[in-house]
């Protein structure tokens, strides 16, 4: 049974850090580009991270360029996100997939996990 599981989330106040998990059971993460995604409240799931297969390219949104880094553990089956300078603009629910990586883009290909969420407040 494929499934994600993200943790790491919590509280942080601005200018914190966290790092985020994504566990991966019931397929090899070494097969798939991953990516990890954020939903706010009243908005859209958008793309925040991305890394290729073997880990050899990365791509962030705007919004997070410089400050988040994506990471992989293909032994593991885990992948991370490193959160630095966090602003109350990244609180949002955060998930990780599985993707398909063509013509210069990601595309999700796994059920959703449940999230993690990240609430930046002072």
């Known amino acids: 049974q494929v499934q994600l599981v993200e943790s790491g989330g919590g509280l942080v106040q601005p200018g914190g850090s966290l790092r985020l998990s994504c566990a991966a059971s019931?397929?090899?993460?070494?097969?798939?580009?991953m990516t990890w995604y954020r939903q706010a409240p009243g908005a859209e799931r958008e793309l925040v991270a991305a890394?290729?297969?073997?880990?050899?390219?990365?791509r962030y949104a705007d919004s997070v360029q410089g400050r988040f880094t994506i990471s992989r553990d293909n032994v593991k089956n885990t992948v991370y996100l490193q959160m630095n300078s966090l602003k109350p603009e990244d609180t949002a629910v955060y998930y990780c997939?599985?993707?398909?990586?063509?013509?210069?883009?990601?595309?999700?290909?796994?059920?959703w996990g449940q999230g993690t969420q990240v609430t930046v407040s002072s």
């Open positions: 019931g397929f090899t993460i070494r097969n798939y580009a």
């Open positions: 890394i290729t297969s073997l880990g050899g390219s990365t």
């Open positions: 997939n599985a993707a398909d990586h063509y013509s210069g883009s990601y595309y999700p290909i796994k059920s």
